[in-house]
């Protein structure tokens, strides 16, 4: 019997939905990637049937994992195709795409950042920092890159020192860099589903992109939790603040690429000025990617492209 590829790929996602997360569990290997076909088959398959069927399908193969690795799956399973399905109920109901986007990665972001916060205070215990810096000193000792740090006249106490004041940065940013790559990982399988239907749905311009005016109330929030945290001396409230300023500090980054992108291809944006950014990019990246996530956070409300809004409520 002929089988014609549209069904194929109905079918194909509709199996993916249900038997992915029970291989994943079986095989304990819950990665991005498993998210990303998960993803795709979100949008591959509510797009050819209905999306209740869809979430029908991702539960069941949820539950089945849960069911493998018990109270354990908890912390293993990623949670970011739920944000996918977020995203096509938005849509369905009638959202822009900029909106729909939107509220989904700040889902995605959640969803994967909120597992790790148990385990937070845990990483930030004086016992545990000293057995990750006494760790990473050993590592490094045996593969010989101290011995060449300290011919360099970096000494041991030195790096020690450095290790003291990063780590407990980094493990207090770890939500926030979990929530990024859910992200990119959403956005990611999106733009292939568009890409794949461009025909049929369209595809904004990449220097035409935007995100609603009040993603700007999300950097304002995380400022507010961080300078409330430190007077209030909460360091929870702290460390949520930083890390809701790491997830809008990509969104933003984003935006500002675009708005780069648009001005580099404007007509009346003098050469010149386009070598230079060149030249900025190469010689001084980190201050341009901190320049063009203000140019982002600022675009949110200043719309600095001044592009229409039937523009922006447009299919993208």
């Not at 095989?27 to 076909?37: C, D, M, Q």
């Not at 900029?98 to 994967?112: D, R």
């Not at 890409?195 to 904004?204: D, E, N, P, Q, T």
Request: glycine share 6%; with cysteine.
């Amino acid at each position: 019997m002929y089988i014609s590829d549209k069904d194929a790929l109905k079918y194909g996602s509709g199996l993916l939905l249900i038997l992915l997360p029970f291989l994943a569990s079986v095989l304990n290997y819950w990665s991005w990637i498993v998210e990303i076909l998960l993803l795709l088959a979100v949008f591959y398959y509510s797009r050819m049937s209905s999306l209740r069927l869809t979430i029908s399908f991702l539960a069941i193969g949820y539950l089945v994992s849960f069911l493998i690795l018990r109270t354990d799956g908890f912390w293993q399973i990623g949670y970011t195709p739920w944000a996918g399905i977020l995203l096509v109920a938005l849509k369905d109901r009638g959202l822009d795409t900029a909106a729909s986007v939107f509220w989904s990665l700040m889902l995605a972001a959640a969803l994967n950042a909120l597992p790790l916060l148990p385990n937070l205070g845990q990483a930030l215990t004086p016992e545990n920092l000293n057995e990750t810096v006494n760790s990473a000193l050993e590592f490094y000792r045996q593969q010989g890159s101290l011995s060449v740090l300290e011919e360099q006249g970096i000494s041991s106490q030195e790096i020690e020192r450095y290790f003291r004041l990063a780590l407990p940065v980094y493990f207090k940013l770890l939500p926030g860099a979990s929530g990024v790559m859910a992200m990119l990982s959403l956005g990611l399988s999106y733009l292939i589903f568009r890409l794949s239907l461009r025909k049929v749905y369209g595809l904004k311009a990449f220097s035409h992109w935007r995100f609603p005016w009040y993603t700007i109330w999300v950097a304002i929030a995380g400022i507010g939790a961080y300078l409330g945290g430190d007077y209030l001396k909460n360091e929870m409230l702290t460390i949520f603040g930083m890390n809701l300023m790491l997830v809008i500090a990509v969104v933003c980054l984003l935006i500002g690429i675009s708005c780069l992108v648009y001005w580099v291809k404007h007509p009346k944006t003098p050469r010149f000025l386009v070598v230079a950014l060149v030249i900025a990019a190469l010689l001084f990246s980190h201050f341009l990617l901190a320049s063009l996530i203000f140019v982002g956070l600022f675009d949110l409300v200043l719309n600095f492209r001044h592009i229409p809004e039937k523009i922006e409520e447009g299919q993208s």
